[in-house]
C-alpha cells in the first residue's frame, strides 16, 4: 500500500554519525573515549564566570539574531589582531549555533540545487550531509598519506563552471594537517580563476605544532571578497557542548547567511555569547600555552600508538592522530574498532567514515588526545597488551 506517511529522499541518503555510535558504544563498554573530538577537562575559569554572570543577570531572552553586539566586537577585534583583516560587525558577521551550524547555513545560503561543492577527503564527516541537504554534488579531492598533500592536477580538473564552492579545513580534521601557504595560494588561484567562492573551516587555528604556520585565506590576495571564514568556541576554549560558532565574510553572502540562521535556529544561547566575548579578549599567551599543553599530549600519545602498531602520522595541527591498521590482519575499521572498544577498552573512529568511498579508509583508525594526561595514561596502559590479545584470525572476523 502507497503512503505519503515516509522519510524525505534527501534524509535517505547519509546515516548517522559513526562518531557519536563510537562514542555510545565506548560508554556502554566503558572503554577510554578517544572517538569524538571532545576535551575531558575544564573550559577556562574566566569564561565560566562570565557564562554564570550572564545567566545571574538574567541574559535569558534571545539575543540579536546574527549575534550579540559585544560578541561581534570582540570578534572582528581578534580577527584584526590575528589576521590583519578588517571585518564590519554589522554587516560581516554571523554568530550560529556552533560552526556546525555555520557550515550547513553557509552551504543552504550559498549553493543551489546541482552545484557543485569541492571537498578534500578524508574530511570532517558534516562536509558530507551538508552538501546532500543543500541539494550539492560533492567533488572529492584525495589527500594522500603521509603527508597529507594533494595532486595539483587533480585538485585542477574538480574545478569547472558547476563549481560554485570549495570547502578548506586548516589545521585538518581527521588528518592534522596544516594546508602550506603555497598549496593556499595554489587553491586561491583556482578560485580566483573559476570564480569560485572558498568556504574555510579554522577551528583548529590555534592548535599547531613544530612551527607549522596557519594561512588564513581571506588574507590572501584577491580572497576576501571571496571568503567565509568559519570557526568557533568549541575546541580554543574547550567548550564543545556551549555551541557557540561564527562566520565572517563580505556582506552580500552574510546577509544571506544570517537569513537562513535566523529560520534555522534564530541565534545561539545568549549567555554564552556573553562568555565567547570574554573568551576572544584572551591575551595571547593563551592561545600559546594552549598549542604547548597539546603538544605534551601528542608527544606522549603518538610514541604509544607507534609501539602498538598503529603506525601512527602525527599531526602538524588539530589533536587527532591518523593510524594505519593493516598490520593487525582485520577485515576493516569497523570490525577493528568494535573489537578494540570490547577487547581493550579504547575507543577510536573508524576511517571509512571520512571517505565518500568507505573502502579508501577501511584501514585506517582516528584517535584523538583532547584529554587529560590521566585518561591517556590509562589509555596507553591499555593499548600495551593489544598485540598479545589479537584474535588468533582477525581476517575471519565480522562486523557486530
Ligand atoms: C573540522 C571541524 N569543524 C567543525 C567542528 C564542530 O565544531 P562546532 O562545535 O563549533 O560545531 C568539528 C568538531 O569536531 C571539526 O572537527
Given at each position: 500500500m502507497s503512503t505519503r506517511v515516509r522519510v524525505s529522499q534527501k534524509s535517505l541518503r547519509f546515516t548517522e554519525s559513526v562518531i557519536r555510535e563510537m562514542t555510545r558504544l565506548a560508554n556502554q563498554h566503558n572503554a577510554i573515549n578517544l572517538s569524538q573530538g571532545f576535551p575531558d577537562f575544564p573550559a577556562p575559569e574566566a569564561i565560566k564566570a562570565e557564562a554564570a554572570r550572564a545567566v545571574m543577570a538574567d541574559v535569558n531572552q534571545y539575543a540579536i539574531t546574527w549575534g550579540a553586539k559585544r560578541l561581534r566586537d570582540a570578534l572582528v577585534a581578534k580577527q584584526q589582531h590575528f589576521t590583519g583583516l578588517s571585518f564590519d560587525p554589522e554587516r560581516e558577521v554571523a554568530v550560529c549555533c556552533g560552526s556546525t551550524e555555520c557550515m550547513a547555513s553557509v552551504m543552504l545560503a550559498l549553493v543551489d540545487p546541482g552545484d557543485e561543492v569541492i571537498v578534500f577527503e578524508p574530511y570532517y564527516e558534516n562536509y558530507g550531509p551538508d552538501a546532500i541537504l543543500s541539494g550539492a554534488v560533492p567533488r572529492f579531492v584525495r589527500l594522500n598519506a603521509p603527508d597529507w598533500s594533494y595532486d595539483p592536477a587533480v585538485l585542477e580538473a574538480a574545478f569547472?563552471?558547476?563549481?560554485?564552492l570549495i570547502v578548506v579545513n586548516t589545521p585538518n580534521n581527521p588528518t592534522g594537517k596544516v594546508f602550506t601557504r603555497a598549496e593556499m595560494e595554489h587553491i586561491a588561484a583556482l578560485c580566483r580563476k573559476w570564480d569560485v567562492i572558498c568556504v574555510t573551516d579554522e577551528i583548529y587555528e590555534h592548535i599547531l605544532y613544530d612551527g607549522a604556520e596557519h594561512v588564513s585565506m581571506a588574507a590572501l590576495d584577491g580572497m576576501r571578497e571571496r571568503t567565509v571564514t568559519v570557526s568557533g568556541l568549541s575546541k580554543t576554549w574547550s567548550?564543545?557542548?556551549?555551541?557557540i560558532g561564527w562566520c565572517l565574510a563580505p556582506p552580500d553572502l552574510t546577509n544571506a547567511i544570517r537569513k537562513v540562521h535566523d529560520f534555522l535556529t534564530v541565534g545561539a544561547p545568549a549567555p554564552l555569547q556573553e562568555a565567547a566575548a570574554v573568551a576572544l579578549a584572551m591575551p595571547d599567551a593563551y592561545y600559546t600555552e594552549l598549542a604547548a599543553k597539546y603538544r605534551e599530549r601528542r608527544e606522549f600519545l603518538v610514541p604509544i600508538l607507534e609501539q602498538a602498531g598503529f603506525h601512527p602520522i602525527a599531526p602538524k595541527g588539530a589533536y587527532y592522530v591518523m593510524t594505519d591498521l593493516s598490520d593487525f590482519g582485520f577485515p576493516d575499521d569497523v570490525t577493528f574498532s568494535r573489537w578494540l572498544i570490547r577487547e581493550i577498552g579504547v575507543a577510536g573512529v573508524p576511517?571509512?567514515?571520512?571517505?565518500?568511498?568507505?573502502a579508501a579508509g577501511s584501514q585506517r583508525l582516528r584517535f584523538h588526545f583532547a584529554r587529560k594526561r590521566e585518561t591517556l595514561e590509562a589509555a596507553a596502559e591499555r593499548l600495551q597488551s593489544l598485540r598479545s590479545r589479537l584474535p588468533a584470525r582477525p581476517e575471519s572476523l565480522t562486523r557486530g
Open positions: 569547472n563552471d558547476k563549481t560554485r567548550v564543545t557542548g556551549w555551541r576511517g571509512s567514515s571520512f571517505y565518500a568511498d568507505p
